[in-house]
């Protein structure tokens, strides 16, 4: 099991940043990788960005050069610096963790943060 705790959600003007960041309850070298996803009202939820384990990151196409993943070893710790919001980035975060489980691998989920951007 892992439980994961989000914080850093809020309202922010259009071109500003928000950091995100992602606390889970036990070693992240224990994880396969950990994520951001985000859902809009009448969206299908995306990845918006991955990090494994050996440090490889993966960024969904529309926030390639805005959005920065990166995580701290010591914290258990997955951030996730946001800058040069835009209105279509207003959406519910949510962290994730992938976790082996026996053969197979298990997913787990935050409670999920508000992020609006507007004026």
């Known amino acids: 099991q892992v439980q994961l705790v989000e914080s850093g959600g809020g309202l922010v003007q259009p071109g500003g940043s928000l950091r995100l960041s992602c606390v889970a309850s036990r070693s992240i070298f224990s994880l396969n990788a950990m994520g951001w996803y985000r859902q809009a009202p009448g969206n299908q939820r995306e990845l918006v960005a991955s990090?494994?384990?050996?440090?490889?990151?993966n960024y969904a196409d529309s926030v390639k050069g805005r959005f920065i993943i990166s995580r701290d070893n010591a914290k258990n710790t997955v951030y996730l610096q946001m800058n040069s919001l835009k209105s279509e980035d207003t959406a519910v975060y949510s962290c994730n963790a992938k976790a082996a489980v026996g053969f197979r691998e298990a997913d787990y989920w935050g409670q999920g943060t508000q992020v609006t951007v507007s004026s």
């Open positions: 990090i494994t384990t050996d440090g490889s990151k």
